[in-house]
């Protein structure tokens, strides 16, 4: 008898556990399928990736396929309730983490949810791995926009020492270097990230700093130092609304520059002022724009 009970306990064990493995297996197949049509398909790579993840819920590799999918369609809410269960299942994995952070950053971003909910994931990631740069990046913009400035200047440093050739990771930085006053420490990250750069794989980027040097150069007063960062940056951008605006400014606080900067403001008037859209992302400028080019006309114009 008692032999007989065990046998049938130990039959039942096979079961279970050949069951499974035909549930792992059969979750494989069908995550496998998502990837095949992830691309084009999107919803449909997720009902395959959600069915595998009922057949086999600890596998948080296809959880972390499944908010991927998630994320080509921007549902944040649903790539962050995923990977929250992911980190839950392998908290050692930095990649996950940092792809958390991001989604409530985005949230955060759309006025849903606190900034300082994105902090914990991204410095979860840097535990996992101090060489993930993003989760430092990204907590940096936590922070700044929780009004946490010094701790914006912390991170976005360390996201440099981390990753110096990030062109892209230099221009918040001296952002905030000079809201803050420091022209000094902004003049010396912004000089930096053009000694690194590449003006083939980093226009867009030269583009910001050239744009914040000059304006680096206009707070000190040196004007045809702004004038020749302005003009590399339109360069880069010929015909970019702000590009022109900043290039006409500082054209018309130079002499002999009246028909430069007029044309210049004019031209960003057409294309910053004109519509609906362009009007509310250049309010000010606009108005500046149009003072500006009356004092260069003179009065009765």
């Given at each position: 008898m008692?032999?007989?009970?065990?046998?049938?306990?130990?039959?039942?064990?096979?079961?279970?556990?050949?069951g499974?493995?035909?549930?792992?297996?059969?979750?494989?197949?069908?995550a496998?399928?998502?990837?095949?049509?992830?691309?084009?398909?999107?919803?449909?790579?997720?009902?395959?990736?959600?069915?595998?993840?009922?057949?086999?819920?600890?596998n948080?590799?296809?959880?972390?396929?499944l908010?991927?999918?998630?994320?080509k369609?921007d549902e944040?809410?649903?790539?962050?309730?995923?990977?929250?269960?992911a980190?839950?299942?392998?908290?050692?994995?930095?990649?996950y983490?940092?792809?958390?952070?991001?989604?409530?950053?985005?949230?955060?971003?759309?006025?849903?949810?606190?900034?300082?909910?994105?902090k914990?994931?991204?410095?979860?990631?840097?535990?996992?791995?101090p060489?993930?740069?993003?989760?430092?990046?990204?907590l940096?913009?936590?922070?700044?926009?929780?009004?946490?400035?010094?701790?914006?200047?912390?991170?976005?440093?360390?996201?440099?020492?981390?990753?110096?050739?990030?062109?892209?990771?230099?221009?918040?930085?001296?952002?905030?270097?000079?809201?803050?006053g420091?022209l000094?420490?902004?003049?010396?990250?912004?000089n930096?990230?053009?000694?690194?750069?590449?003006?083939?794989?980093?226009?867009?980027?030269?583009?910001?700093?050239?744009?914040?040097l000059g304006?680096?150069?206009?707070?000190?007063g040196?004007?045809?130092?702004?004038?020749?960062e302005?003009?590399?940056?339109?360069a880069?951008?010929?015909?970019?609304p702000s590009?022109?605006?900043?290039?006409?400014?500082?054209?018309?606080?130079?002499?002999?520059?009246?028909?430069?900067?007029?044309?210049?403001?004019?031209?960003?008037?057409?294309?910053?002022?004109?519509?609906?859209?362009?009007?509310?992302?250049?309010?000010?400028?606009c108005?500046?724009?149009?003072?500006?080019?009356?004092?260069l006309?003179?009065?009765?114009?």
């Amino acid at each position: 008898m008692k032999f007989g009970v065990i046998a049938l306990a130990a039959t039942m064990a096979f079961s279970v556990m050949t069951g499974c493995s035909r549930h792992r297996q059969e979750a494989v197949k069908l995550a496998n399928q998502g990837d095949a049509i992830v691309d084009l398909d999107p919803a449909g790579a997720i009902e395959k990736y959600q069915n595998a993840v009922s057949l086999d819920p600890a596998n948080h590799r296809i959880m972390y396929k499944l908010a991927k999918a998630h994320k080509k369609k921007d549902e944040w809410d649903k790539v962050a309730e995923v990977l929250g269960r992911a980190t839950d299942q392998a908290p050692s994995f930095a990649n996950y983490w940092k792809e958390r952070g991001y989604a409530l950053y985005k949230q955060a971003e759309a006025k849903k949810i606190s900034y300082d909910e994105p902090k914990e994931p991204f410095k979860k990631c840097i535990e996992a791995d101090p060489n993930q740069e993003e989760c430092y990046y990204w907590l940096a913009h936590s922070f700044l926009w929780s009004d946490k400035e010094q701790d914006a200047l912390q991170y976005y440093t360390k996201a440099i020492e981390f990753r110096p050739n990030r062109i892209e990771y230099y221009a918040p930085l001296a952002d905030l270097y000079m809201r803050l006053g420091y022209l000094k420490e902004a003049e010396q990250v912004l000089n930096a990230a053009k000694e690194l750069a590449d003006p083939n794989k980093h226009a867009a980027d030269l583009f910001d700093v050239h744009t914040l040097l000059g304006g680096v150069y206009r707070d000190k007063g040196d004007i045809d130092k702004m004038v020749a960062e302005f003009e590399a940056a339109r360069a880069l951008k010929k015909d970019d609304p702000s590009s022109l605006f900043n290039l006409g400014l500082g054209y018309a606080k130079q002499k002999g520059k009246k028909a430069e900067a007029l044309q210049l403001l004019k031209g960003f008037q057409a294309r910053g002022c004109k519509s609906k859209k362009a009007q509310k992302t250049y309010k000010s400028e606009c108005a500046q724009a149009r003072a500006e080019e009356q004092r260069l006309k003179g009065p009765g114009t």
